[in-house]
């Protein structure tokens, strides 16, 4: 299944920035890192609905950048890994 056709055009920038975040967030020494999904899908649903409007399309879309943001990050985190 391919998450990024669900997610639309406009919330497609939430996702860098959410990395983005996500990565000061982790470099941050008093936020424990079970925390940061948390707070990134909370930022990404007020992103989304900051660029969408307040709708429930716009929830949907925020959770759907914040998972895929997670996913990226800890795809990225396993091929690192395994090959160091």
Same mark, same amino acid.
């Given at each position: ?11 497609? =920038? ?21 925390? !940061?999904?948390? !707070? ?5 649903? =007020?992103?989304? !609905? ?8 716009? =929830?949907?879309?925020?959770?759907? =950048? ?19």
């Amino acid at each position: 299944m391919d998450i990024i056709k669900f997610i639309t055009e406009q919330a497609l =920038v939430l996702i860098p920035v959410l990395y983005i975040i996500g990565m000061l967030l982790k470099n941050t020494p008093k936020i424990k890192d079970w925390s !940061i999904p948390y !707070i990134l899908l909370a930022l990404g649903i =007020v992103g989304a !609905i900051s660029l969408m409007g307040v709708t429930v399309q716009a =929830v949907i879309q925020g959770i759907l =950048v914040s998972g895929a943001t997670v996913l990226g990050n800890q795809l990225i985190k396993q091929v690192t890994d395994k090959s160091e």
